[in-house]
Nanobody, 114 residues
């Protein structure tokens, strides 16, 4: 399983970015797929996930600002981030679970700064 994240960059506070994660194979086969992030000096934390048969889950800190979606036709999972704050600055990682095995993609840097 390969996960390839893209879409990171530098954005001003209040701005928007869209991250995309391309998965090898059919994305609908994953039990869970989504995004985590890790800021400097902090532990990696959940941002948003989609779990088959359950739905979406968001960290409290991003609820109402971030939206996760899955495009089965393109085998991608996307994270639309709006109203970005400096505290959203982190490396964002795509994550998937398949048959109780965790897979991680290489991260993409998101920097929110004026």
């Amino acid at each position: 399983v390969q996960l390839q994240a893209s879409g990171g960059g530098l954005v001003q506070p209040g701005g928007s970015l869209r991250l995309s994660c391309a998965a090898s194979g059919t994305i609908s086969r994953f039990n869970t797929i989504g995004w985590y992030r890790q800021a400097p000096g902090k532990q990696r934390e959940l941002v948003a996930t989609i779990t088959r048969g359950i739905g979406t889950n968001y960290a409290d800190s991003v609820k109402g600002r971030f939206t996760i979606s899955r495009d089965n036709a393109k085998d991608t999972v996307n994270l639309q981030m709006s109203s970005l704050k400096p505290e959203d600055t982190a490396v964002y990682y795509c994550h998937a679970v398949l048959v109780r095995v965790d897979y991680w993609g290489k991260g993409t840097q998101v920097t929110v700064s004026s």
